[in-house]
C-alpha cells in the first residue's frame, strides 16, 4: 500500500511539471505567434507584398532628332522580335533548327541562345533575333502550330528614316558596353541602346528620357501572374537640329562620289545649315548590328566613310589660310594695302628657290591683286616681314589651330605651328624657309572644313568670333530650351583691314582674272566672295619643273592635290559663309569653286524662298 501511495505521488507530480511544461511551450508558441502577427505584422505583410510583387524597368521611347523645318532625321519604329520560352520547347536545339528554315539563323546565335538558357530560369523569354521583317513575322505565325515556345514580341527601335543623309552628324545607336556603364539603371535592360556618336551620343542623356515601371504579381518561383500597376516614364527630349534636309541633301549629291566635306554655317549666329562628309554610311547598320563584311567594307574603304571629315578630318588649307597671313600683316603694319612686291615666277631665300604657281609669275602686285590672284611670292614676302608667332596668333583668332566648341564629338583642332611649338614637338628650331612654306597654307599648317568656314564666317561678320553649333536649343538633361540670342565676342581685328581682305575676296569671285570668276554667281543680290585654295600632297622636284608637273589626272588618287574653297554671300548684306575640301581633287577654282557656288545660289534660294512666305503670312 504504501509503494502505491509513493509512485502515485511521483506519477502525479510528474504530471504535474509535465503539463507545467507544455502550457510553458504553448504559452511561447502563443506569445512568438503574437508578436508576429499582431505587432510585426505590418513588417512582414511587407515582406511578403514584395516577395508577391516584382518590379520591372520600362524603357522610354527616345526623342526623335527633326530638322530646322521639323523633318524626321530619326524617329523610333516598331521592333518585332522573336522569343522562346524554354520550358515550352520540349527540345530546343529541334525549335531552332525549325526556326531556322523560315529566317537566318547563324552559329553565333545559336550559342548565345544555348548559354542564355543555362543562365535564365526556364519560364523566362529568351531573344532569337531582333529587326524583323514583316514577311519573316508572317512565316513565323503561319508556322506557329509547329514551332512551340516560339513567340512575338513588338518593342522599339531607332530608325533613321534619311538613311546616310546626316548620318556623321546624327550618329547611331547600339548596344550597351561595359565601358559604356554610368549607374543609369536603363543601362541594364536587355536590348537597351544608347547614342556612340554625333548628337546622338552629345545629347544621349536628354534623348533616351526617363524609365517608367511596372508592377507585376508574381508566385514563389518568380513567374509573372498579372500586372498590378504601369507608369510609362518620361519619354526623351525631341532635339531640333539647325541642318536644312533639302540642302544637306542637295550639297551630298553636289559632291557625289568624291572623298569631300563641305560646311554651310550662318555667319550671325554659328547655326550650321549643311555639314556633309562623303562617302558616307547609313546607321540603320550599327543599330541591327553590322556583318562581318559590312564591317569591313566600311574599315577598309580608302575614302574613310566612317570619319566626319568636316570636322575631324585635317588638310592642308593651301591659299585659303593667305586671308589670315593678310590680315596678320596688315595688323602688324608689315605691308600696307598700296605697297608692291614683284612676282618673276619664284622667290630665292639662300640657295633656296620658292616657287609661285605661276611659272611666269605675276608681276608687281598690291594686296588685293595678291588676294585676287592667289601670288605664292607676295604672301611668301608678307610672311617673312610679319614672322610665323603673329601669323600663328591672328590664326587662331579667327578659329584655325583650336577647336570650334561644336556640339558634336571627335572634333580635331588642326594644327597652326609657331616657334615654341616645334621646338616642343620636334625639339627643333624654327627656319626662315618654313615661314614661307607655312605662309600659303602649307607645310605644318592643319585644318578642318568646318574650321575654315569659322574663319570665313569670322572674316564675313566684322572679325565678331562666332562659333558653330548644331543643335538649334539648347539641351538639358531633360529640357529643350529657347537658344538665347548670341553674342559674340570680338576678334580685335581693324574693320578697315576685314574690309580689305573681303575687297580682296570680292575681286576673287567677281573681277576678270580672279582665281575662281569662272565659278561666280551672276544672279544679282547673290554675289558671294571668296578664295581658292589648291594644297599639295608631294613634294614636286626641280627636274619636273623643268620638264613640266604632271597634272593631277595623270597622278594616282592619293599623290592628287586637295581642292579648297571658302566663300561668303550674299556679299551685299553677308549671311552665309561655305568651306569645301575635295580631298585629292585637284584645283581649287576648277573643282572645289564650283560646288561651293551651287550650293551657296540652293542656300540663298531657300532662304529667299523662306522670308517670301513670312511676308505672305504677315500680309
Same mark, same amino acid.
Given at each position: 500500500?504504501?509503494?502505491? /501511495?509513493?509512485?502515485?505521488?511521483?506519477?502525479?507530480?510528474?504530471?504535474?511539471?509535465?503539463?507545467?511544461?507544455?502550457?510553458?511551450?504553448?504559452?511561447?508558441?502563443?506569445?512568438?505567434?503574437?508578436?508576429?502577427?499582431?505587432?510585426?505584422?505590418?513588417?512582414?505583410?511587407?515582406?511578403?507584398?514584395?516577395?508577391?510583387?516584382?518590379?520591372?524597368? @520600362? #524603357?522610354?521611347?527616345?526623342?526623335?532628332?527633326?530638322?530646322?523645318?521639323?523633318? &524626321?532625321?530619326?524617329?523610333?519604329?516598331?521592333?518585332?522580335?522573336?522569343?522562346?520560352?524554354?520550358?515550352?520547347?520540349?527540345?530546343?536545339?529541334?525549335?531552332?533548327?525549325?526556326?531556322?528554315?523560315?529566317?537566318?539563323?547563324?552559329?553565333?546565335?545559336?550559342?548565345?541562345?544555348?548559354?542564355?538558357?543555362?543562365?535564365?530560369?526556364?519560364?523566362?523569354?529568351?531573344?532569337?533575333?531582333?529587326?524583323?521583317?514583316?514577311?519573316?513575322?508572317?512565316?513565323?505565325?503561319?508556322?506557329?502550330?509547329?514551332?512551340?515556345?516560339?513567340?512575338?514580341?513588338? =518593342?522599339?527601335?531607332?530608325?533613321?528614316?534619311?538613311?546616310?543623309?546626316? &548620318?556623321?552628324?546624327?550618329?547611331?545607336?547600339?548596344?550597351?558596353?561595359?565601358?559604356?556603364?554610368?549607374?543609369?539603371?536603363? *543601362?541594364? @535592360?536587355?536590348?537597351?541602346?544608347?547614342?556612340?556618336?554625333?548628337?546622338?551620343?552629345?545629347?544621349?542623356?536628354?534623348?533616351?528620357?526617363?524609365?517608367?515601371?511596372?508592377?507585376?504579381?508574381? /508566385?514563389?518561383?518568380?513567374?509573372?501572374?498579372? *500586372?498590378?500597376?504601369?507608369?510609362?516614364?518620361?519619354?526623351?527630349?525631341?532635339?531640333?537640329?539647325?541642318?536644312?534636309?533639302?540642302?544637306?541633301?542637295?550639297?551630298?549629291?553636289?559632291?557625289?562620289?568624291?572623298?569631300?566635306?563641305?560646311?554651310?554655317?550662318?555667319?550671325?549666329?554659328?547655326?550650321?545649315?549643311?555639314?556633309?562628309?562623303?562617302?558616307?554610311?547609313?546607321?540603320?547598320?550599327?543599330?541591327?548590328? @553590322? %556583318?562581318?563584311?559590312?564591317?569591313?567594307?566600311?574599315?577598309? /574603304?580608302?575614302?574613310?566613310?566612317?570619319?566626319?571629315? $568636316?570636322?575631324?578630318?585635317?588638310?592642308?588649307?593651301?591659299?585659303?589660310?593667305?586671308?589670315?597671313?593678310?590680315?596678320?600683316?596688315?595688323?602688324?603694319?608689315?605691308?600696307? #594695302?598700296?605697297?608692291?612686291?614683284?612676282?618673276?615666277?619664284?622667290?630665292?631665300?639662300?640657295?633656296?628657290?620658292?616657287?609661285?604657281?605661276?611659272?611666269?609669275?605675276?608681276?608687281?602686285?598690291?594686296?588685293?591683286?595678291?588676294?585676287?590672284?592667289?601670288?605664292?611670292?607676295?604672301?611668301?614676302?608678307?610672311?617673312?616681314?610679319?614672322?610665323?608667332?603673329?601669323?600663328?596668333?591672328?590664326?587662331?583668332?579667327?578659329?584655325?589651330?583650336?577647336?570650334?566648341?561644336?556640339?558634336?564629338?571627335?572634333?580635331?583642332?588642326? @594644327?597652326?605651328?609657331?616657334?615654341?611649338?616645334?621646338?616642343?614637338?620636334?625639339?627643333?628650331?624654327?627656319? #626662315?624657309? *618654313?615661314?614661307?612654306?607655312?605662309?600659303?597654307?602649307?607645310?605644318?599648317?592643319?585644318?578642318?572644313?568646318?574650321?575654315?568656314?569659322?574663319?570665313?564666317?569670322?572674316?564675313?561678320?566684322?572679325?565678331?568670333?562666332? *562659333?558653330?553649333?548644331? $543643335?538649334?536649343?539648347?539641351?538639358?538633361?531633360? $529640357?529643350?530650351?529657347?537658344?538665347?540670342?548670341?553674342?559674340?565676342?570680338?576678334? =580685335?581685328?581693324?574693320?578697315?583691314?576685314?574690309?580689305?581682305?573681303?575687297?580682296?575676296?570680292?575681286?576673287?569671285?567677281?573681277?576678270?582674272?580672279?582665281?575662281?570668276?569662272?565659278?561666280?554667281? /551672276?544672279?544679282?543680290?547673290?554675289?558671294?566672295?571668296?578664295? %581658292?585654295?589648291?594644297?599639295?600632297?608631294?613634294?614636286?622636284?626641280?627636274?619636273?619643273?623643268? %620638264?613640266?608637273?604632271?597634272?593631277?589626272?595623270?597622278?594616282?588618287?592619293?599623290?592628287?592635290?586637295?581642292?579648297?574653297?571658302?566663300?561668303?554671300?550674299?556679299?551685299?548684306?553677308?549671311?552665309?559663309?561655305?568651306?569645301?575640301?575635295?580631298?585629292?581633287?585637284?584645283?581649287?577654282?576648277?573643282?572645289?569653286?564650283?560646288?561651293?557656288?551651287?550650293?551657296?545660289?540652293?542656300?540663298?534660294?531657300?532662304?529667299?524662298?523662306?522670308?517670301?512666305?513670312?511676308?505672305? =503670312?504677315?500680309?
Amino acid at each position: 500500500m504504501y509503494h502505491d /501511495n509513493d509512485r502515485f505521488k511521483i506519477f502525479a507530480r510528474r504530471a504535474v511539471m509535465l503539463a507545467g511544461g507544455k502550457a510553458v511551450l504553448v504559452g511561447a508558441l502563443a506569445a512568438r505567434m503574437y508578436y508576429l502577427q499582431v505587432l510585426e505584422s505590418d513588417k512582414y505583410t511587407m515582406l511578403a507584398e514584395d516577395n508577391r510583387v516584382s518590379m520591372r524597368l @520600362l #524603357p522610354p521611347p527616345r526623342g526623335q532628332i527633326l530638322d530646322r523645318n521639323g523633318v &524626321a532625321m530619326a524617329i523610333n519604329q516598331h521592333n518585332y522580335r522573336v522569343l522562346v520560352v524554354p520550358e515550352d520547347t520540349p527540345a530546343m536545339a529541334y525549335t531552332l533548327d525549325a526556326l531556322s528554315t523560315i529566317i537566318t539563323l547563324t552559329d553565333h546565335d545559336r550559342a548565345r541562345i544555348a548559354k542564355e538558357a543555362k543562365r535564365r530560369r526556364s519560364f523566362v523569354p529568351i531573344t532569337v533575333r531582333e529587326n524583323l521583317s514583316w514577311e519573316e513575322v508572317a512565316r513565323i505565325e503561319v508556322n506557329a502550330p509547329d514551332l512551340p515556345g516560339v513567340l512575338i514580341d513588338v =518593342g522599339q527601335s531607332r530608325y533613321y528614316p534619311l538613311q546616310s543623309l546626316g &548620318a556623321h552628324i546624327l550618329g547611331y545607336v547600339s548596344a550597351v558596353s561595359e565601358n559604356d556603364l554610368t549607374g543609369d539603371p536603363l *543601362e541594364e @535592360l536587355p536590348g537597351f541602346r544608347i547614342g556612340k556618336g554625333g548628337v546622338e551620343k552629345i545629347y544621349d542623356m536628354a534623348l533616351r528620357g526617363k524609365g517608367g515601371t511596372s508592377s507585376l504579381e508574381v /508566385n514563389a518561383v518568380g513567374r509573372v501572374i498579372r *500586372e498590378l500597376e504601369r507608369n510609362e516614364g518620361e519619354p526623351g527630349v525631341n532635339l531640333t537640329l539647325t541642318l536644312d534636309t533639302r540642302l544637306q541633301e542637295y550639297a551630298a549629291q553636289r559632291l557625289g562620289d568624291e572623298s569631300a566635306a563641305c560646311v554651310v554655317m550662318d555667319i550671325h549666329t554659328g547655326e550650321v545649315l549643311v555639314m556633309a562628309s562623303t562617302p558616307s554610311f547609313d546607321p540603320n547598320a550599327f543599330n541591327r548590328g @553590322l %556583318t562581318t563584311e559590312e564591317w569591313k567594307t566600311l574599315s577598309t /574603304n580608302p575614302r574613310s566613310p566612317l570619319q566626319n571629315k $568636316a570636322l575631324s578630318g585635317t588638310f592642308a588649307p593651301g591659299s585659303t589660310f593667305k586671308l589670315v597671313v593678310a590680315l596678320a600683316a596688315l595688323e602688324s603694319g608689315a605691308v600696307t #594695302p598700296d605697297q608692291r612686291v614683284f612676282c618673276p615666277g619664284h622667290m630665292q631665300l639662300g640657295s633656296i628657290k620658292f616657287h609661285c604657281w605661276k611659272k611666269g609669275g605675276h608681276g608687281a602686285q598690291d594686296l588685293i591683286s595678291a588676294i585676287k590672284n592667289s601670288c605664292d611670292v607676295y604672301f611668301y614676302e608678307i610672311a617673312r616681314r610679319v614672322g610665323i608667332d603673329k601669323i600663328a596668333e591672328v590664326a587662331r583668332r579667327f578659329g584655325l589651330g583650336v577647336s570650334t566648341g561644336i556640339d558634336l564629338p571627335n572634333e580635331r583642332s588642326g @594644327l597652326i605651328p609657331d616657334r615654341a611649338w616645334k621646338r616642343k614637338a620636334m625639339k627643333q628650331p624654327w627656319h #626662315p624657309g *618654313e615661314t614661307l612654306v607655312n605662309g600659303i597654307g602649307q607645310g605644318y599648317v592643319l585644318a578642318t572644313p568646318l574650321q575654315l568656314a569659322t574663319m570665313t564666317a569670322r572674316i564675313a561678320n566684322g572679325g565678331l568670333a562666332v *562659333e558653330p553649333h548644331v $543643335a538649334r536649343d539648347l539641351i538639358t538633361d531633360q $529640357a529643350a530650351l529657347i537658344r538665347p540670342k548670341p553674342e559674340w565676342p570680338s576678334c =580685335g581685328m581693324s574693320q578697315k583691314n576685314l574690309q580689305l581682305v573681303r575687297k580682296g575676296m570680292f575681286a576673287v569671285s567677281n573681277e576678270p582674272g580672279g582665281t575662281a570668276f569662272r565659278a561666280r554667281i /551672276n544672279q544679282d543680290g547673290m554675289w558671294l566672295s571668296g578664295k %581658292t585654295g589648291t594644297a599639295q600632297v608631294r613634294r614636286i622636284t626641280m627636274r619636273e619643273r623643268e %620638264t613640266g608637273v604632271k597634272k593631277n589626272e595623270d597622278l594616282p588618287w592619293k599623290e592628287r592635290d586637295h581642292a579648297l574653297f571658302v566663300a561668303y554671300a550674299p556679299e551685299d548684306n553677308p549671311r552665309y559663309s561655305i568651306a569645301v575640301v575635295v580631298e585629292h581633287g585637284g584645283g581649287g577654282s576648277a573643282v572645289a569653286a564650283p560646288i561651293a557656288r551651287d550650293i551657296m545660289i540652293e542656300v540663298q534660294k531657300r532662304e529667299r524662298a523662306r522670308m517670301a512666305g513670312l511676308n505672305q =503670312g504677315t500680309g
